[in-house]
Structures are given as structure tokens and as C-alpha cells.
């Protein structure tokens, strides 16, 4: 159970700072960043004080399916990034905030909101890197799609940030369909979703490369890389916190997570390999040119 305490901490920053919020707008970030460290500081004695360790909750047994999470070196360094991140990104839009919403003629109460979806986005993250299983890797994946369409969307009386946001919403949903059908193949191939289960059946019958090239776009979709690369410039309209987090920290690096927690698949499949290579020089230098 020491596993879900910092998942359960990251759940809860949302409500608790819309709860204090209600009392003074300013107190949202406040909460929200303590409840980020809380969950943080639970990370870090999970981490230091246990070996890795996986937690498995029956859902719906008679089809075979559970909730699986997992805090092993990789997942454990991604949740203190999105947890350290998030905390200092949330006190850092405390004071960004009401300036943006004076220019923008919003009133201040507006901040709660966004710094619920901001906390809600931390807590996807969290999820999405500590979950041990295809379907909910697909479930969290999707939950960071919805949570940033709306943070990109935030100034809605903006038209450039609604067709930034509707463009992200479009591309990385997509993207994350196919995921779900490489998941869905991967599950009907092996008869499990558990990713510990499908690893150990890979390594004696290798994963169809159609499943496999349907999870390297979803990975790819989120990262941003080409030839999706198109909608994280435009993504820059929503607000500078925003930014900082989902598009440096968070969000793109979620893609690269996911071909890292997935990578015991992609291993044996040397032209899949190759081709996420082409496409990572290909993105290297598309970015410098626009750059």
C-alpha cells in the first residue's frame, strides 16, 4: 500500500486546491503545491526506504483484468520530475497568473481553475508512469490529451489559443487511438495486458511489428516528433505555465517514457529500432532549422 500513497496524494492536489480556492483564489496554488511536495516527499521514503515493488487490484477478474502499478528506477524518476516540476511550476504561475488574467480581462477566481487542471495534469503524469498495464497506460495517456487541451485552450476567447488547443486535442488523440490498437493487438496476442506478463511472453514470441509501429506513433504523437511535430509550436499560445511544464517537462516527455517502459518489445525488433532512429535524426534536424 506504500505504493499508492504518493498516486493518492498526486489525486488529491486537484480538489484540495479548488476547495481552497473557494475560499481565496490565491490559496489554490499554495495548497496545490504543498500536496505536490507531500506527494513527493511519500515518493522519495517509498523510494529509499523499499525495493521496487508492484501492486496488483483485482478489477474485473472474469476478464482477465486488474489494476497494475509499479514504482521500480524509471517509473520513480519520472513522477519526482512531474511532482518537483509541478510544485514549482504551480507557485511559479502564482504570481504569473493574475497578471495574465488582468491583461485578458478575466476576473481573478479564474486562476482556481487553472490551477486545478494544472494539478490535474500533474497527477495524470503520475499515474501514467506508475501504472504497470496496456489499457491503463492507454487510459493515462488519454487523460494527459483532455487535461492539455484544455490548459491550451485556457484563454478561450482566444481564437489562436482554441485552434492551438483543438489542433493538440486532434493529433495526440488520434495518435493515442493507435496506441490503443497496438495495446489491444499486443493484448489478444499474448492474453494479458499486464505488462510484466507480455515482457516474459515477447521474450519467447516477439511482438507483431504492426502492434509495435501502432505504439511508436502514440509514443511519437506525444513527443512531438516528426512528422507530428507541427503542433507543439502553436501550442505555445496558451499560457507561459503551460508551457514550462507540459512542453518541456511533462506532456513530451511522456512519449519518451513510453518507448523506454515498452522498450523490452522494441528490442528484438531491429527495423522498428532503425526507423525510431531515422525519425529522431529527422526531428533533430527539423527542430534546428525552425529554430
Known amino acids: 500500500m506504500p505504493l499508492l500513497l504518493p498516486i493518492l496524494l498526486a489525486l488529491a492536489c486537484a480538489p484540495l486546491a479548488y476547495v481552497a480556492g473557494r475560499w481565496r483564489p490565491g490559496a489554490a496554488a499554495w495548497m496545490g503545491a504543498v500536496g505536490a511536495l507531500a506527494a513527493m516527499g511519500a515518493l522519495v521514503h517509498e523510494w529509499t526506504t523499499q525495493a521496487p515493488t508492484r501492486l496488483v487490484l483485482p478489477w474485473a477478474p472474469s476478464w482477465g483484468l486488474s489494476l497494475e502499478f509499479t514504482r521500480d528506477g524509471l517509473s520513480g524518476l519520472y513522477a519526482a520530475m512531474a511532482l518537483g516540476i509541478g510544485a514549482l511550476v504551480v507557485l511559479y504561475s502564482r504570481a504569473y497568473m493574475p497578471h495574465h488574467l488582468h491583461e485578458e480581462g478575466r476576473p481573478a477566481s479564474d486562476e482556481v481553475r487553472f490551477q486545478g487542471l494544472l494539478l490535474a495534469f500533474m497527477a495524470a503524469m503520475v499515474l501514467l508512469v506508475t501504472v504497470d498495464d496496456l489499457l491503463l497506460l492507454f487510459v493515462a495517456l488519454d487523460l494527459t ?72 506513433v502514440g509514443a511519437l504523437g506525444k513527443s512531438a516528433q516528426v512528422p507530428f511535430h507541427f503542433w507543439l509550436p502553436r501550442a505555445m499560445a496558451a499560457p507561459t505555465p503551460v508551457s514550462s511544464y507540459l512542453h518541456s517537462a511533462a506532456m513530451v516527455a ?32 527539423m527542430g534546428s532549422l525552425m529554430a
Not at 493484448?187 to 499486464?194: C, D, E, I, K, P
Not at 517502459?261 to 526507423?275: E, I, S
Request: net charge neutral.
Open 254 to 285: 511522456a512519449g519518451v517514457f513510453l518507448l523506454q517502459r515498452l522498450y523490452p518489445l522494441f528490442a528484438p525488433a531491429t527495423d522498428v529500432r532503425h526507423g525510431l532512429l531515422a525519425i529522431g535524426f529527422l526531428s533533430l534536424g
Open 145 to 216: 490529451t483532455i487535461i492539455s487541451y484544455l490548459l491550451i485552450g485556457f484563454d478561450r476567447e482566444d481564437p489562436e489559443s482554441r485552434a492551438a488547443a483543438l489542433l493538440s486535442l486532434v493529433l495526440t488523440g488520434a495518435t493515442s487511438v493507435v496506441f490503443f490498437a497496438g495495446a489491444m493487438t499486443l493484448g489478444l496476442q499474448y492474453g494479458t495486458f499486464s505488462l510484466p506478463l507480455v515482457f516474459e511472453r515477447a521474450a519467447q514470441s516477439p511482438a507483431s511489428t504492426g502492434a509495435l509501429v501502432c505504439l511508436a
